[in-house]
């Protein structure tokens, strides 16, 4: 991990210790970290429904040239699925827009996770 180019994004966007945190393997922000990058980048977010379903959804976040998706799958456990929330539909809208978020402005490519990502990467 570039530790200078970590602490420039952290200053530009006026990130806290209350938004961002070490996970075992990664450094995740959470979810006011994603929303203060993206009021301050002013970034706009369309959507696209790919699949809605009762247990399963995945969305498409497009913005500029840059698209991502994001999915969610309801399970029992990691074994079933990838939440355990029965808004599969919200959770991959804020996994798509995390993804997006962090891939413009550069976190991404840091190896920067936002904790919507994955249940695993919330704060313990």
Partial sequence: MDREK???LYKKYE????DVFKHQHY???T??????IQALEKIKINY?????ETNFAVI??????LETFGSALKGESFKDGNTNSWYVMEMAEKRAMSRIVLKL???YE??????DESEDFKRK
């Fill in 15 to 18: 990130l806290t210790k209350d």
């Fill in 60 to 65: 498409k976040a497009t913005s500029g040239i």
């Fill in 48 to 52: 696209e429904v790919i699949k809605c």
């Fill in 110 to 115: 840091l190896g920067i996770f936002g904790e």
């Fill in 6 to 8: 970590i602490a420039v």
């Fill in 31 to 36: 979810r006011s970290g994603i929303d203060k």
């Fill in 105 to 107: 402005t550069g976190f």
């Fill in 27 to 29: 450094l995740i922000i």
